[in-house]
Structures are given as C-alpha cells and as structure tokens.
C-alpha cells in the first residue's frame, strides 16, 4: 500500500484541464513533487518543491499543495501527456513516500 | 550533462543476491544523495534507500532493511545496491535517481538512472 493517496486513473479531453490530486493527513505540511513515466521510460521531474517547474518543462504543468492535498493541474491538455503520474513526499520517519501513481488518459 | 548509468539487465535464481551499480557524470559526485526506486511489472514507484556519497552513510526503507546495502566509490562516482534473499515474485526494474543533499528535504529526484531489470526465475 501507499502512502499518498492518487486516483488510479484521470481521463480528459484534448485542450481541456487535467487535476491528480495526491492525499495524505498534513500534506501541505511537506515538499511534494511530481514525475511523469510514459511507458518503458524512466520518472521524468516535472514539478518539485509545491508549484516549481524545472527548466525544459511546459508551463501547461502546475502544483498546488494545501491541507491534505495537493494537486497537479495541466491546462490545455496534449496528447503527449497521456502517462503515469506519481507524487513524491519526504517523511522524517518513514522517508521519501510515493503515491500509487496515476494514468491519464487524453481521449 | 548530469547522467546516470546503470548497469544491463540481470537474471538471477529465487534466493541469490544481485548488485546492481549507477555510475554518475556531470556534477561534483558528493553534492548530492543517490537513491534507489524500485518498479515490480505494471506497479508504482517504491523507494529502496539513499547513500550519502561523502560518507557513505545510508538509510534504507524499512521493508528492504536487512536485505539490502548500498555502497559507493568516490575513485569512480559510482553507487552500488545489493540486494540478497531474492524472491520469485522480485522481478522488477530498479531506478538509481540524484537529490539535493540536504537531510531536511531530500527531493526531488533529478535525473533518473535508465532503470535496470532484474528478472527473478528458476
């Protein structure tokens, strides 16, 4: 089982918004992060620390975390994003915890 | 470019060990944590452990403590895990990835090694 709680899976339109949302009692108390995996890639970093993108990432992703949640959004969907989606937290006690990840699905 | 390599696929018997390395290139090799994120077939991302690269000091999660160790190489940048006691079900892709150094926050993780399957069969 997993720590931080994602949906199985998200579908969207094309163009249209995508949330993944990740939970976990006092969430917004740690540093989330979040990966894409497309398939037989590695985890790709797309947001880290909350809200930040790395350099090379689209400005399409962005993060949110507050109370027990936090949420990736990508706004005007591609077909490209279509992936597994995993959040990442770090707990001083059972360390870094990942979620159970996430397939979008761009129909 | 900041790389991680990992060494090729390996098949092992239930109940062997098999070591795995993760040479590093690009950046100053005891600047950062390396850990190591296990993938079973159509499964999630779980985290194994970290090494600290200047001591060589780890912490491992605890469903893999006992069964595995990290070590590293300063002469090489290269980090090893490995891990013993094999089980049927253990077949899986192992993922080396770097962090921040700092023990406050180690995260995220960027880049990611190219994962190397570990296939466990009679």
């Known amino acids: 089982s997993y720590e931080l709680t994602q949906p199985p899976s998200v579908s969207v339109s094309p163009g249209q918004t995508a949330s993944i949302t990740c939970s976990r009692d006092?969430?917004?108390?740690?540093?989330v992060s979040w990966y894409q995996q497309k398939p037989g890639q590695s985890p790709l970093l797309i947001i880290y620390?909350?809200?930040n993108r790395p350099s090379g990432i689209p400005e399409r992703f962005s993060g949110s975390n507050s109370g027990n949640t936090a949420t990736l959004t990508i706004t005007g969907t591609q077909a490209m994003d279509e992936a597994d989606y995993y959040c990442q937290a770090w707990d001083r006690i059972s360390g870094v915890e990942f979620g159970g990840g996430t397939k979008l699905t761009v129909l | 470019q900041v790389q991680l390599v990992q060494s090729g696929a390996e098949v092992q018997e239930p109940g062997a060990s098999v070591k795995v390395s993760c040479k590093a290139s690009g950046y100053t090799f005891t600047s950062y944590y390396v850990h190591w994120v296990r993938q079973a077939p159509g499964q999630g991302l779980e985290w194994v452990g970290v090494i600290n690269p200047i001591d060589g000091g780890t912490r491992y999660a605890e469903k893999f403590r006992g069964r595995v160790s990290m070590t590293r190489d300063t002469s090489t940048a290269t980090v090893y895990m490995k891990l013993t006691s094999l089980g049927s079900e253990a077949t899986a892709v192992f993922y080396c990835?770097?962090?921040?150094?700092?023990?406050?926050?180690?995260?995220?993780?960027?880049?990611w090694g190219q994962g190397t399957l570990v296939t466990v069969s009679s």
């Open positions: 006092k969430l917004g108390d740690k540093y």
């Open positions: 990835a770097r962090s921040p150094l700092d023990f406050h926050n180690p995260l995220p993780f960027d880049p």
């Open positions: 620390l909350h809200t």
